[in-house]
């Protein structure tokens, strides 16, 4: 893929953030990954949607070198870094500060499988990793929160659970492209929703039962899955 093709696609899948209503001003960014030249594409950091243009997206490495670009990438690439260096099937990465998800991320809690709206898309709870601590608040921190994110899933597939609160913060997301992590932060928007006002109708609500569970997700994301078109003989 070009840089211009790559610059394009993430443009897209920034700007498609502000039509879904998960980001104002400047808030969030989105980037994808081009594993075979080694770089990534990602929104300028403090650019408001309203002004930016597919030009404007940076090309970096990933040892955060500017390969492309007039313009700072995010303040947060290195968190996105870390994350194609660690999570090797992902394409692309998806950060806001979308108002439910973040309200749990502030609440320092993970959002429990309550129903099967969320189990299509994400088995067992969306984890909210640990704080940070002052070390690394105070050391590079936008690394450090990647760090966060994968100790997070050292015992969890990525694939599995596309969608992570870090603590205090706010939510990130991936896939196996820009768009699909895009996609992924709108799911977990509208299932945060639903999650604070379950806990809202009753404080003592109940997880989903793990045979429902495991039932919703598997039927989508199996070996045997059998939801939609393309599993058809």
């Not at 303040?75 to 998806?94: A, C, M, W």
């Not at 601590?133 to 690394?143: I, K, P, R, S, W």
Request: proline share 3%; with cysteine.
């Amino acid at each position: 893929m070009s840089y211009t093709e790559l610059k394009r696609e993430v443009f897209e899948a920034n700007m498609e953030l502000q039509r879904r209503g998960l980001v104002i001003y400047t808030f969030g960014n989105v980037s994808q990954i081009d594993r075979d030249k080694g770089v990534i594409a990602i929104k300028p950091s403090g650019v408001s949607y309203d002004q930016m243009k597919a030009e404007d997206m940076v090309i970096v490495d990933l040892q955060n070198n500017i390969v492309e670009g007039s313009m700072r990438p995010s303040s947060d690439t290195k968190t996105h870094i870390h994350l194609y260096r660690h999570f090797n099937e992902i394409g692309g990465v998806t950060h806001t500060h979308s108002t439910y998800a973040t309200a749990w991320a502030q609440a320092k809690q993970s959002i429990p499988c309550f129903g099967t709206t969320h189990a299509d898309y994400v088995h067992g709870d969306i984890t909210c990793t640990r704080e940070l601590t002052d070390a690394q608040v105070n050391g590079d921190y936008e690394l450090e929160t990647g760090i966060q994110i994968t100790d997070a899933y050292k015992d969890r597939d990525p694939k599995a659970a596309p969608m992570v609160i870090v603590a205090g913060h706010a939510p990130f997301t991936w896939g196996k492209d820009a768009a699909q992590s895009v996609y992924h932060a709108a799911l977990l928007e509208e299932i945060a929703r639903m999650a604070y006002l379950t806990r809202t109708l009753d404080q003592n609500a109940a997880a989903l039962k793990k045979s429902v569970m495991d039932k919703h997700y598997l039927r989508k994301h199996g070996k045997d899955a059998y939801y939609g078109q393309s599993n058809r003989g």
